[in-house]
Each structure stands twice: as structure tokens, then as C-alpha cells.
């Protein structure tokens, strides 16, 4: 009996060992297959777009401030800031409410409430884009359009792009430093209340900045998608190709541009874009490294 049990034992440690070989090997290959889709993708984009900067001259391309595809004249200035701005914009608007919010649903907000908000927010981060367009077309830029007539502006502008970019950003802001802040000790929360302080002092000066970490993730991940947004932006921001004139004014990003003008492209318009895309990429990855000092610097300090 005693030989069959250890028998049996060996036999399930030796399944057990093979089962855990396969998934490492199965994880592998998944992250092979990760690394080598971010590889293909910048040894397209790089390839196919870097000559075409040099043809046109990396200094007109990326400080030209005209847009021109009938007379070969290719600047993207415009459109640079044109999307600095709207993410900017987007920020102010959606960084505040959704850490705000995420605060509320951790630290205040009763089981009831969480109960109501948590699959609301949830499902607005299932909206299609296009849907969140729809919104911003039939609601938002009749707002602002009366909102700027004593400015002379026009209802599809950069205000109404960042806003409606900012609401469509929550739901990830929201989700990530919620998480983030459940995951926060529950001894920091007690400790601070012992020495004396209040409750929300405990939450906005403790809780908070210990998941500051988080937080800044859940912010990173909203600039990516604020930046990289394409359908929203283009029902709403006026698609103009100048510089960005005002708050209530018309522009154009970097994203809207390449879909607006790739399906009749061609030729050195075409490669234009795909040299547009080159650009966006170094752009979010130089926001990405910027995000991370940051985060770095705050997590030594």
C-alpha cells in the first residue's frame, strides 16, 4: 500500500512539474508573440516612414505649417498641436473628476452607491467611439456653439474635442485609481486616524499619495487613449489643418488627419501619412518615458 501511494505521488508530481512547464512555455510564447507584434509594427512604421521625412525635409514636415496634398506641401505643425492641446484639454477635464470620483467610490461612497455607479461607469467604458461621437454631435456641439457666440467661435473646436475626450477617458481613470486605492493598507487609514486626524484628511493625505502610483498609471493609460482617439475627435473638432486659433475654434489632430485623407491617398500624400503615423508614435512613446521619470522620481522620493 505504502509503495502504491508514493507511487501514485510521483506520478502526480511529475503531472503537476509537466503542467507547469507547459503554461511557462505557453507564457513564452505569448510574450514572444507581444514583442514581436510591437517589433513589426515599428520596423513598418520606421521603415515606410523615415525616408519619406528626409524626402520632404524634417524640418518642413514637422514645423511646416501648411497641409497641402495637391501642391505637395506637407507640414504637420498644425496638427502636432493640434493634438497637444485636445490631450491637454482632455486632461483637465477628466483627471480631476476621475480621481475625484475613484476617491468617492473607495473611501465615502455606501455599498448602495457602489452598487449604481461601479457597472454605470463600467459600461461607458464599453461605448463605442463612435457612439461617444453621436453624443457630441447631437448634444455637445449645440451647447458650446451657443456657449461661444459671443466669441464668434463654432461649436466643433478644441473646447468641445477636449471635453468630450475627457468624459471618454473617465472610465479607465476611475477604474485603475479605485484599484489602486482599495489595495492601500488598511493600516495607513488606521494609524492616521489614531494620531488624530480626521477622516478626509486621512484619505487625501495618506491613502491617496500612497497609491500615487496607480493613479499615475490610470492617468498614462487615459493620455493613451486621449491621444490615440480618431472617430470622437473627428465628429466634433471641425477638421481644419491651421493652427489652432482658439479655445472655440476648429482643428485637427494627428489621428484625424492620417484616416480622413489615407483612403484616396496616394503616392507621396500617402507616404506623408504613414510618416504622420511615424511621428504619433515617437510622440506617445516620449509621453510614456515622460510619465515614468515622473512616476520613478516620485517612488525614490
Request: glycine letters at 10%.
Amino acid at each position: 500500500m505504502e509503495n502504491n501511494a508514493a507511487a501514485a505521488a510521483v506520478k502526480a508530481g511529475g503531472t503537476s512539474k509537466w503542467k507547469e512547464n507547459g503554461m511557462r512555455i505557453l507564457f513564452l510564447a505569448c510574450a514572444c508573440v507581444s514583442i514581436c507584434a510591437v517589433a513589426l509594427i515599428c520596423i513598418f512604421l520606421f521603415a515606410n516612414g523615415l525616408p519619406t521625412i528626409f524626402k520632404i525635409g524634417p524640418l518642413n514636415f514637422l514645423l511646416g505649417t501648411e497641409w497641402k496634398p495637391s501642391a505637395d506641401i506637407y507640414g504637420i505643425f498644425p496638427m502636432i498641436i493640434g493634438s497637444i492641446y485636445v490631450t491637454a484639454g482632455s486632461l483637465v477635464v477628466g483627471v480631476p473628476v476621475g480621481i475625484l470620483t475613484a476617491v468617492y467610490l473607495s473611501r465615502f461612497a455606501g455599498k448602495r452607491t457602489k452598487a449604481l455607479l461601479m457597472p454605470a461607469i463600467q459600461l461607458l467604458a464599453g461605448i463605442p467611439s463612435v457612439v461617444y461621437g453621436f453624443f457630441g454631435v447631437m448634444v455637445l456641439v449645440p451647447w458650446v456653439a451657443q456657449l461661444a457666440k459671443p466669441f464668434d467661435g463654432s461649436g466643433m473646436s478644441l473646447f468641445t474635442a477636449s471635453l468630450l475626450l475627457g468624459i471618454m477617458i473617465l472610465p479607465t481613470i476611475i477604474t485603475v485609481s479605485k484599484t489602486s486605492l482599495d489595495a492601500v493598507p488598511e493600516s495607513y487609514y488606521e494609524g492616521s486616524l489614531a494620531l488624530g486626524a480626521t477622516h478626509e484628511r486621512s484619505v487625501f493625505c495618506i491613502l491617496l499619495p500612497a497609491a500615487k502610483s496607480g493613479v499615475l498609471s490610470g492617468v498614462i493609460l487615459g493620455v493613451g487613449r486621449s491621444i490615440g482617439e480618431t472617430m470622437a475627435v473627428i465628429m466634433v473638432a471641425g477638421n481644419q489643418p491651421r493652427m489652432p486659433q482658439g479655445l472655440f475654434e476648429g482643428l485637427r489632430t494627428m489621428t484625424s488627419n492620417i484616416v480622413m485623407e489615407m483612403g484616396y491617398a496616394a503616392d507621396l500624400h500617402r507616404e506623408a501619412l504613414i510618416a504622420t503615423g511615424v511621428v504619433l508614435f515617437v510622440f506617445i512613446l516620449l509621453i510614456n518615458f515622460c510619465f515614468s521619470l515622473v512616476k520613478g522620481g516620485k517612488e525614490h522620493a
